[in-house]
């Protein structure tokens, strides 16, 4: 798809002045995100170096774009079933030609407006039925512990290794149905209780309706705070800056989540999710904070 044709179809850009830039390789697409980032990326059908299902794999798995949105426009007689394996692999949505007058927009504004919704991550207790995508296949029953329009903190007896893509669906109180989304564990969460083992979730794609109803519970709790509120503080150390959040109320203490990004590349409300430690009191969980990050040297 051309720049005039997107903008002619989603006029949404140019009203809410975001800049277009046509690339036309993922070497040059992956050199652009890390260096300047993007809200969103919307691919055509085909790129000269690379399959579409393997464009979107390789552009998920680099951290400067995990608040990057993926929409990926097929032509009508693309492969059957493409749109599956591309949701697989981490594209926000997938749109098939002919698309109708307003459905493209529509699409772009509500992927725009994801990063921006809601910064904020809140304690949500609630059963979570989970099964693996890919490595071994295994399904659990766990919970949900912390929960932002990004991701999620999971609490489950099944041991799994970083990397793997799961399938999970939720309650989220108050929310009416059953929230499902595809995720990715990134990291292991070892403040999470015995006998449960902890991971940190990242959402790979979520569809409109539950993304409405986490953004709905997590509005409740915090209306769009400035990042700046969010965080207690920042130490500087070796190659990373950290972030360091201010203490929440949880059910057995305190919580204060750590967040990170290299120095060079660190604005505030832009470090990628870290560790989360716990204490008696605030004052004990900021401690505990602080005494982490000296250990990362």
Not at 1 to 13: I, K
Not at 153 to 156: E, I, K, R, T
Not at 234 to 243: D, F, K, L, M, S
């Given at each position: 798809?051309?720049?005039?044709?997107?903008?002619?179809?989603?006029?949404?850009?140019?009203?809410d002045?975001?800049?277009?830039?046509?690339?036309?390789?993922?070497?040059?697409?992956?050199?652009?995100?890390?260096?300047?980032?993007?809200?969103?990326?919307?691919?055509?059908?085909?790129?000269?170096?690379?399959?579409?299902?393997?464009?979107?794999?390789?552009?998920?798995?680099l951290?400067?774009?995990?608040?990057?949105?993926?929409?990926?426009?097929?032509?009508?007689?693309?492969?059957?079933?493409?749109?599956?394996?591309?949701?697989?692999?981490?594209?926000?949505?997938?749109?098939?030609?002919?698309?109708?007058?307003?459905?493209?927009?529509?699409?772009?504004?509500?992927?725009?407006?994801?990063?921006?919704?809601?910064?904020?991550?809140?304690?949500?207790?609630?059963?979570?039925?989970?099964?693996?995508?890919?490595?071994?296949?295994?399904h659990?029953?766990?919970?949900?512990?912390?929960?932002?329009?990004?991701?999620m903190?999971?609490?489950?007896p099944?041991?799994?290794?970083?990397?793997?893509d799961?399938?999970?669906?939720?309650h989220?109180?108050?929310?009416?149905?059953?929230?499902?989304?595809?995720?990715?564990?990134?990291?292991e969460?070892?403040?999470?209780?015995?006998?449960?083992?902890?991971?940190?979730?990242?959402?790979?794609?979520?569809?409109?309706?539950?993304?409405?109803?986490?953004?709905?519970?997590?509005?409740?709790?915090?209306?769009?705070?400035?990042?700046?509120?969010?965080?207690?503080g920042?130490?500087?150390?070796?190659?990373?800056?950290?972030?360091i959040?201010?203490?929440?109320?949880?059910?057995?203490?305190?919580?204060?989540?750590?967040?990170?990004?290299?120095?060079?590349?660190?604005?505030?409300?832009?470090?990628?999710?870290?560790?989360?430690?716990?204490?008696?009191?605030?004052?004990?969980?900021?401690?505990?904070?602080?005494t982490?990050?000296?250990?990362?040297?």
């Open positions: 798809m051309d720049p005039r044709s997107l903008l002619l179809d989603a006029p949404v850009l140019q009203r002045g975001h800049g277009v830039e046509v690339l036309g390789s993922l070497r040059e697409l992956v050199d652009i995100l890390a260096r300047d980032g993007a809200r969103l990326v919307v691919l055509g059908a085909r790129l000269p170096d690379v399959s579409l299902v393997e464009a979107v794999r390789r552009i998920r798995a951290p400067p774009t995990r608040g990057v949105s993926l929409l990926a426009i097929l032509p009508a007689g693309e492969t059957p079933g493409l749109e599956d394996a591309l949701v697989a692999a981490g594209a926000n949505g997938v749109l098939r030609r002919p698309v109708e007058t307003g459905h493209l927009e529509s699409w772009i504004a509500k992927l725009l407006s994801v990063p921006r919704r809601v910064v904020a991550r809140i304690p949500v207790q609630g059963e979570v039925v989970g099964s693996t995508r890919s490595g071994p296949l295994g659990f029953f766990g919970l949900t512990l912390n929960l932002s329009v990004h991701g903190l999971l609490a489950s099944l041991r799994m290794e970083a990397g793997t799961l399938g999970l669906e939720f989220l109180p108050d929310a009416g149905p059953r929230v499902r989304v595809l995720g990715r564990i990134v990291r969460a070892p403040e999470v209780s015995w006998p449960h083992l902890g991971y940190g979730i990242e959402f790979l794609y979520v569809p409109p309706e539950g993304l409405d109803a986490i953004v709905d519970i997590i509005g409740r709790a915090a209306l769009a705070p400035d990042p700046e509120e969010l965080m207690y920042t130490i500087r150390q070796g190659q990373w800056v950290y972030e959040g201010k203490p929440s109320k949880y059910a057995t203490g305190f919580l204060v989540e750590i967040r990170r990004a290299p120095k060079e590349e660190w604005r505030v409300g832009h470090a990628g999710p870290f560790y989360v430690v716990e204490g008696a009191s605030p004052e004990a969980a900021l401690v505990a904070a602080r982490f990050v000296r250990r990362q040297e």
